[in-house]
């Protein structure tokens, strides 16, 4: 481990806010443990409600003065340079993360730093690039007077970022990236149980030249999150998460004062392999599908659907490559599963597992933990003995995924449609006028055909039906982040 690592880890953390560290007034702790050895790894400050009202109250003020006043080229110039010192505190970022996290460290260093960095670039550059429109209006003022128009496209004021724990680099910077670009100030509540490479990113924003409070961070459980979004003070919350806890942040959007919402939630995605895909494309695509990061990814497939004349030799070989796979330390440069993040999630997977041979389902490898020290969840196939089982309904978010044998495509899109949620979907073929055929009859905001999980920041993404509601990413950011003014002008 890296010292600058060791030292960082060992501080006393609170939050970030005004453009520096700052201890929080209150004396309970968070405490940071590590998957894979259950040790301690750090600390942060629970919040009180003086911290709170003190970074609402310099988030605030950051847009009013200071980030408000900045032109969108130093903008750009800013959050390119931000960009610049992900990358190049990038080893530094990815061991505190798989330290607090247990993620694997290739992951780390390619998604939480590398996305990160491509990211911020590709917001960095829409930060000259937002614009409103001329209008000339068709009809005349009644006494005959004509006019024109133009709109305005103008930042909403503080975005709260509210954030799961699964990416906690990447996922915040989705939104201060687009929010800041946008002319926006962010308040970001990391997840409880991994709020510190946050805080390390959030001095590298200052560092960068970002003014005081343009990007606060606030450390608390999620009983800190309705005190900041229920504040009049906060124009957009922008959540990523449970669909229990979205709905609830929706409500309290709405009961504040019309609060301008982006909800990013679960799902229970569908990956289709239709009867022309080879049996080694549909192996490798299960695992892109369905098992990068231990299925802790909203975007992973755990409803499988393979065509009923390869079922059998799918299921068979699936099983096999999966008892092959070794548990391995997080630093592990060729690691090929680690724990998973946290001990509710651990423990959900362990009575999903429970559940499913409660109900009756056929899990034909893994359904447990590895006898190891840590949390570890044995990649997992679960048969489900109809399509009631929980196991094939609910969220498990674990390296487990559920298998269906389909005969035609009917009953494939029906059952594929057939879940409250609409997050993401594949489709395996050769036959691409089929794929084509299928995708505007899937229900889901994004579709993917002979791919799963791949992301890019010009592409849209966000969820169909109980999903989520909006979209992060590609230009719809822009009508996310600001507020539309029409300007009409008598002639
Ligand atoms: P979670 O909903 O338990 O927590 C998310 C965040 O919300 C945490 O920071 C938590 O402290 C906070 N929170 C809890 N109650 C709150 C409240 N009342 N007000 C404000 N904040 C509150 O989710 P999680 O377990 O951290 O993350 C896993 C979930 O996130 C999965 O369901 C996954 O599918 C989803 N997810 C979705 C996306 C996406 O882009 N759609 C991306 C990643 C994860």
Not at 42 to 56: M, T
Not at 118 to 123: D, E, K, M, V
Not at 173 to 197: C, D, H, Q, R
Not at 320 to 335: F, H, L, N, T, V
Request: glycine share 10%; proline share 5%; aromatic share 8%.
């Amino acid at each position: 481990m890296l010292d600058e690592v060791k030292q960082f880890l060992a501080r006393e953390h609170g939050h970030y806010i005004g453009g520096r560290p700052v201890a929080g007034q209150g004396s309970e702790r968070i405490e940071v443990r590590c998957p894979s050895t259950l040790t301690v790894v750090g600390s942060v400050a629970q919040a009180v409600d003086v911290d709170i009202e003190a970074a609402i109250a310099s988030s605030h003020q950051a847009f009013r003065k200071d980030w408000a006043s900045v032109s969108p080229a130093d903008r750009e110039r800013i959050l390119l340079r931000f960009a610049d010192l992900i990358e190049m505190h990038g080893e530094e970022i990815a061991q505190i993360e798989t330290a607090q996290s247990g993620k694997l460290i290739a992951l780390s260093r390619v998604i939480e730093v590398g996305w990160s960095a491509r990211w911020l670039r590709y917001y960095a550059g829409w930060a000259t690039k937002i614009s409103g429109e001329t209008i000339t209006p068709s009809y005349p003022s009644m006494s005959g007077e004509r006019y024109t128009s133009f709109t305005l496209r103008e930042p909403l004021g503080v975005v709260f970022g509210v954030i799961p724990w699964n990416f906690p680099v990447m996922i915040p910077v989705w939104k201060f990236g687009a929010a800041l670009a946008t002319g926006n100030t962010v308040l970001i509540k990391s997840s409880e149980f991994s709020p510190l490479t946050m805080l390390r990113i959030a001095e590298l924003g200052t560092e960068a030249g970002l003014p005081a409070g343009a990007l606060n961070v606030i450390n608390g459980t999620g009983k800190i999150g309705g005190k900041v979004t229920s504040d009049p003070r906060i124009a957009k919350v922008s959540f990523t998460g449970s669909v229990p806890t979205g709905r609830l942040i929706g409500e309290e959007a709405v009961k504040a004062n019309l609060t301008r919402f982006t909800l990013e939630l679960g799902g229970k995605n569908a990956a289709a392999f239709l009867p022309d895909t080879s049996i080694d494309k549909i192996l490798d695509g299960v695992f892109e599908a369905g098992f990068l990061h231990s299925g802790q990814v909203c975007a992973s497939a755990e409803r499988f659907f393979v065509h009923r004349s390869q079922f059998d030799e799918v299921i068979e070989k699936l099983r096999s490559r999966m008892e092959g796979i070794k548990p391995s330390q997080p630093m592990d440069d060729a690691g090929m599963i680690g724990p998973v993040c946290n001990e509710p999630q651990f423990n959900k997977c362990l009575a999903a597992f429970e559940l499913a041979k409660t109900e009756g389902d056929d899990i034909v490898t893994g359904g447990g933990a590895y006898r190891h020290d840590g949390l570890y969840i044995q990649p997992t196939i679960i048969l489900p003995k109809s399509l009631d089982s929980s196991a094939y309904r609910q969220e498990i978010f674990g390296p487990v995924g559920t298998f269906v044998p389909f005969d035609d495509d009917d009953e494939l899109l029906s059952m594929m449609n057939d879940t409250p949620f609409g997050l993401t979907a594949s489709i395996w073929t050769n036959d691409l006028a089929k794929a084509l055929r299928y995708v505007p009859r899937i229900e889901a905001g994004t579709v993917w055909v002979n791919m799963h999980t791949l992301v890019d920041p010009a592409v849209p993404f966000g969820g169909a039906k109980g999903s989520g509601v909006g979209r992060e990413y590609g230009s719809s950011f822009i009508d996310s982040y600001t507020e539309l003014k029409s300007v009409s002008i008598r002639l």
